[in-house]
């Protein structure tokens, strides 16, 4: 069961946190997998890791905000062989309502988290489709569909990804594409420590006690707990999903009342 003998996947982000879980479940699993990263030394790290561990793993330096390099690195991956599963997961946070974000802040958050994922659909699918399918599963986010305080330009840009999600998954079904998406609530990754030490520094021990009771089971997930979910979803028993939103949320969405 939940074999990716013999598959390619590419994980964008795949360095760090949900990405990092990805990447190692997929390796385990079988599949050769190219970690597609902004940080090309922590994606070298993993990739050697990944591979000392008896898995098959590759690092590629880029920028997914930046079209041209992603159709570049794609490219090069297309020459070896076949895509068979992209993940895009890579994606970066912000506290703000819509009076406190600034402009630069919300071109940011569009330019990786929206634009970052239409350049990777945009440069994976013809390869998929050339192959005869394959399967994309999107990093959304329990913020694409609850109001989370806060969040304004984050949720807008996972709102997006749900909806990009919807869309390549209706445009695709006559080319065997498969796509999903995940909305996590908080895991316990990076860029939960990251944005507790940038916006509430001296203050991190209580607020991360805090968003962990927002899950009414009483904690936040694990990557590897993302990355089982994710390889379920990209594996052949998911078959019959596409154009789905997963949530994995300890309960967020549904038990919080
Ligand atoms: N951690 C959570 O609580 C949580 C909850 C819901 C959704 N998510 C989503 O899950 C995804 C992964 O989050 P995480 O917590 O593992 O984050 P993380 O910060 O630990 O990892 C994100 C990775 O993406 C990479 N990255 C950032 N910008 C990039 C760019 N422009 N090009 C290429 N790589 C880039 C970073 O270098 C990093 O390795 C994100 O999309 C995030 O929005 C996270």
Redesign the pocket.
């Known amino acids: 069961m939940f074999t990716l003998h013999g598959k390619t996947a590419l994980v964008?982000?795949?360095?760090?946190?949900?990405?990092?879980a990805i990447s190692q479940t997929f390796a385990k699993a079988g599949a050769t997998v190219h970690i597609?990263?902004?940080?090309a030394s922590?994606?070298q790290q993993v990739a050697e890791a990944i591979t000392a561990d008896g898995g098959r793993a590759f690092a590629h330096a880029?920028?997914?905000?930046r079209q041209a390099d992603v159709l570049e690195v794609v490219g090069k991956i297309v020459a070896e062989g076949p895509i068979h599963i992209l993940v895009n997961?890579?994606?970066?946070?912000h506290i703000g309502t819509a009076e406190s974000t600034t402009e630069a802040d919300f071109d940011r958050i569009v330019s990786?988290?929206i634009k970052?994922v239409y350049n990777c659909l945009h440069a994976v699918i013809p390869h998929l489709k050339a192959n005869g399918g394959g399967v994309i599963l999107n990093?959304?986010?329990?913020?694409a569909t609850i109001g989370i305080p806060d969040r304004f330009a984050?949720s807008m840009s996972?709102g997006a990804v749900l909806t990009m999600t919807l869309s390549v998954a209706k445009d695709y079904l006559k080319h065997n594409i498969r796509c999903n998406c995940i909305?996590?609530?908080?895991?316990?990754?990076?860029?939960?420590d990251?944005f507790l030490a940038k916006n509430y520094p001296g203050r991190e021990e209580e607020m991360f006690a805090k968003l962990a009771a927002t899950q009414p089971i009483g904690r936040?997930?694990k990557?590897s707990e993302i990355g089982a979910l994710a390889l379920y979803l990209c594996s052949d028993e998911a078959g019959f999903i596409t154009g789905c939103d997963y949530p994995i949320d300890g309960g967020f969405t549904r038990l919080n009342n």
Do not use: W
């Open positions: 964008t982000g795949g360095a760090s946190g949900i990405g990092l597609l990263e902004i940080n922590q994606a880029v920028d997914i905000s997961n890579a994606g970066i946070a990786v988290n970052g990093m959304a986010s329990v913020a984050y996972k909305s996590p609530a908080r895991v316990h990754t990076p860029f939960v990251g936040m997930a990557p």
